[in-house]
Each structure stands twice: as structure tokens, then as C-alpha cells.
């Protein structure tokens, strides 16, 4: 069976305790739908006067939206019932809340963001979001995670997310496919309003429900070799089925980033070349060895011919 939200995010089982912050959640149903999971069933035990199994006291979830409480209202018909099974839990999401600029305190264990999207289906400002994103980043506790959320295709692929991760000292220690159906009551939504994959607003957030979840932990200078855990896949991977996701001509480059990108990629290009040079060289060697094994043969038959 595929691994569950609430698993991939290792919040099943139940932590007993962690200090757990969502960012950019659109109307809700993010947060609240894994809540309910969490306490559902045999998770946690007891009810509260709401009639919803409570969190243990020492896990804290801290929920947030980017938009202020009334957009939120207005641009998501879900996010009421969302917001009043949050207050069954005694969360009160905070509005406003920019991922770019998070204080420094707390330090959260858990940083959740699940399809970060700016609402501009532009590759370079989303590039720009992730990339500026980590480099603000200072309210992750030193053993803490970053969750992060991306559909499996282009252009989402094409944001650069694991070498911004890198770039600012991050690194890769989960990659696991999930697909965002089997949260019951998720519904993941546009920046714009409106459901993801359906393009609302003329702008397409998400192509699908498949997607891959990212777990990044923060490695500064000491960057370590690990294993990335990478789980599921065998999806089929569409490529370039929106109009405008492509790089803009005259688009802002990230300082220092684009150049270390356009590094990697011309080196790769150059092992790329050197290793197209060498099987030209082989098959060369290997052309070579045939005719002389070829004259040899026939050297020998002429000789057996004479005799
Ligand atoms: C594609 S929507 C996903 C919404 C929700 N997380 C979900 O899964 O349905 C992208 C979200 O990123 C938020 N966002 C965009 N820029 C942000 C920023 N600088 N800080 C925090 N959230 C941001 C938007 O407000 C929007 O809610």
C-alpha cells in the first residue's frame, strides 16, 4: 500500500512531540483533512468536548495562509468548514504569514508547504519562491524537516527545487510519491481560487493529483553523503502540456544560483561530450580488432588453400 500523508510527513505515527508549522495552505482543507486523519481511529486516543480526538498538549501545529482571513473566505467556498474543524483541534490559523520572511522563533520541527505557487504560472518567478524561500529560512530547529509538495511534470520540475535546496545548505532525505486523492477531504487549490488541475483564472496550479513529496533537512557547510529515500513513481510524466509555463526571455536571474546551475549543466555537457568521444573511440577499437581478425582468417585460408 502506498505510504500515507500523515507517514511521508512522519506524523504517524503520532510524535509525541513536535512543533509542526503549515505554510501557504489555500482553503484549508490541507491542514484540517490530516488533522482529522491523525486523530481518527486508533491514532489517538480520547474525545474532546468538540467531539474530535485532541492532539497531544505537546505536539503544536501552527497553521498559516499567505492571504488575509477575508480573501481566504472569498476566494475558497471550502475554507469555512475548514476553519471551524480547526477550531474543534483549538487552532487558530494565522493570516498573512509570508514563507519568505518567517521569524526566527520559534524553531519549528516540521515546515509543511504543500504546492508552494506564486499564482504567476512563470517558471522563473516560482524558481525565485523556492529559491528565496530556503535562503530565508531561519526557524527550522537544527533537527528539523522541510516538507515540500511539487506535481510530477513540467513545468514544476523545471523550479529548481532540490538544487535551491542544496544551494542554500539543504539536503534531500525524502522524495516520495503520493497521490493527493487519498487525503479524504483534500482538495488542493489554486493561489488564484478554484481547484487545482481544473484551470481556473486561466491559470493551471497542478496537473494532476500526483505529486512528489520532498523532505529536506538543513546540512550547512558539512554536507554530508545520504541516501535519498525515494518511494513510488511509474506515473506517466506529461511534458509541456501548459501554454505559458515556459522561461520568459528577459527573465531576472537568481545571483550566484543561475551561474552554479548553468556550471553543473555545461560540466555535465562536457562529460556528456567526453563520453559520446570515448564510445566513438571504442567502437573505433572494436571495428579495428574485426578486420584484423577478419585478414587473419583469411591470411590463414589463403595459406590452407595453397598447401
Ligand atoms: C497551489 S496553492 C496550494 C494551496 C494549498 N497548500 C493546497 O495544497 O491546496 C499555492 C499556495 O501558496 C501560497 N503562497 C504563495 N506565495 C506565498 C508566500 N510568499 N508565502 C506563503 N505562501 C505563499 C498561496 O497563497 C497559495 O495558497
Given at each position: 500500500?502506498?505510504?500515507?500523508?500523515?507517514?511521508?510527513?512522519?506524523?504517524?505515527?503520532?510524535p509525541?512531540?513536535?512543533?509542526?508549522?503549515?505554510?501557504?495552505?489555500?482553503?484549508?482543507?490541507?491542514?484540517?483533512?490530516?488533522?482529522?486523519?491523525?486523530?481518527?481511529?486508533?491514532?489517538?486516543?480520547?474525545?474532546?468536548?468538540?467531539?474530535?480526538?485532541?492532539?497531544?498538549p505537546?505536539?503544536?501545529f501552527?497553521?498559516?495562509?499567505?492571504?488575509?482571513?477575508?480573501?481566504?473566505?472569498?476566494?475558497?467556498?471550502?475554507?469555512?468548514?475548514?476553519?471551524?474543524?480547526?477550531?474543534?483541534?483549538?487552532?487558530?490559523?494565522?493570516?498573512?504569514?509570508?514563507?519568505?520572511n518567517?521569524?526566527?522563533?520559534?524553531?519549528?520541527?516540521?515546515?509543511?508547504?504543500?504546492?508552494?505557487?506564486?499564482?504567476?504560472?512563470?517558471?522563473?518567478?516560482?524558481?525565485?519562491?523556492?529559491?528565496n524561500?530556503?535562503?530565508?529560512l531561519?526557524?527550522l530547529?537544527?533537527?528539523?524537516?522541510?516538507?515540500?509538495?511539487?506535481?510530477?511534470?513540467?513545468p514544476?520540475?523545471?523550479?529548481?527545487?532540490?538544487?535551491?535546496?542544496?544551494?542554500?545548505?539543504?539536503?534531500?532525505?525524502k522524495?516520495?510519491?503520493?497521490?493527493?486523492?487519498?487525503?479524504?477531504?483534500?482538495?488542493?487549490?489554486?493561489?488564484?481560487?478554484?481547484?487545482?488541475?481544473?484551470?481556473?483564472?486561466?491559470?493551471?496550479?497542478?496537473?494532476?493529483?500526483?505529486?512528489?513529496?520532498?523532505?529536506f533537512?538543513?546540512?550547512?557547510?558539512?554536507?554530508?553523503?545520504?541516501?535519498?529515500?525515494?518511494?513510488?513513481?511509474?506515473?506517466e510524466?506529461?511534458?509541456?502540456?501548459?501554454?505559458?509555463?515556459?522561461?520568459?526571455?528577459?527573465?531576472?536571474?537568481i545571483?550566484g544560483?543561475?551561474?552554479?546551475?548553468?556550471?553543473v549543466?555545461k560540466?555535465?555537457?562536457?562529460?556528456?561530450?567526453?563520453?559520446?568521444?570515448?564510445?566513438?573511440?571504442?567502437?573505433?577499437?572494436?571495428?579495428?580488432?574485426?578486420?584484423?581478425?577478419?585478414?587473419?582468417?583469411?591470411k590463414?585460408?589463403r595459406?590452407?588453400?595453397?598447401?
Amino acid at each position: 500500500m502506498p505510504p500515507s500523508i500523515a507517514s511521508i510527513l512522519g506524523l504517524h505515527p503520532l510524535p509525541s512531540s513536535s512543533n509542526v508549522l503549515f505554510l501557504g495552505e489555500g482553503d484549508f482543507t490541507f491542514s484540517a483533512s490530516l488533522l482529522k486523519s491523525l486523530t481518527s481511529g486508533t491514532i489517538a486516543g480520547g474525545t474532546s468536548a468538540g467531539g474530535v480526538s485532541p492532539l497531544p498538549p505537546t505536539l503544536t501545529f501552527t497553521v498559516t495562509s499567505y492571504d488575509t482571513l477575508s480573501t481566504v473566505l472569498k476566494k475558497y467556498p471550502l475554507s469555512s468548514s475548514s476553519l471551524s474543524t480547526l477550531s474543534e483541534y483549538n487552532i487558530k490559523p494565522l493570516h498573512s504569514i509570508d514563507a519568505l520572511n518567517l521569524p526566527p522563533t520559534p524553531p519549528y520541527d516540521k515546515i509543511i508547504w504543500m504546492f508552494p505557487h506564486t499564482g504567476h504560472q512563470r517558471v522563473h518567478l516560482n524558481r525565485h519562491l523556492l529559491f528565496n524561500f530556503f535562503k530565508n529560512l531561519t526557524s527550522l530547529s537544527p533537527k528539523g524537516l522541510v516538507y515540500i509538495s511539487l506535481s510530477d511534470c513540467r513545468p514544476y520540475s523545471d523550479w529548481r527545487l532540490e538544487s535551491s535546496a542544496t544551494f542554500h545548505g539543504y539536503e534531500t532525505v525524502k522524495k516520495v510519491y503520493w497521490d493527493s486523492k487519498s487525503l479524504e477531504g483534500y482538495k488542493h487549490v489554486t493561489t488564484l481560487g478554484g481547484e487545482a488541475y481544473r484551470g481556473v483564472n486561466g491559470v493551471r496550479e497542478g496537473k494532476g493529483v500526483g505529486c512528489w513529496v520532498y523532505g529536506f533537512r538543513f546540512v550547512g557547510g558539512e554536507k554530508e553523503e545520504e541516501k535519498v529515500e525515494t518511494i513510488g513513481g511509474g506515473y506517466e510524466v506529461r511534458v509541456g502540456d501548459s501554454d505559458d509555463d515556459d522561461v520568459v526571455e528577459g527573465e531576472e536571474s537568481i545571483k550566484g544560483f543561475d551561474e552554479e546551475v548553468e556550471e553543473v549543466e555545461k560540466e555535465g555537457k562536457k562529460i556528456g561530450e567526453k563520453e559520446k568521444k570515448r564510445s566513438r573511440s571504442a567502437k573505433r577499437e572494436e571495428r579495428k580488432k574485426k578486420k584484423r581478425s577478419r585478414n587473419e582468417r583469411r591470411k590463414i585460408a589463403r595459406k590452407k588453400a595453397k598447401t
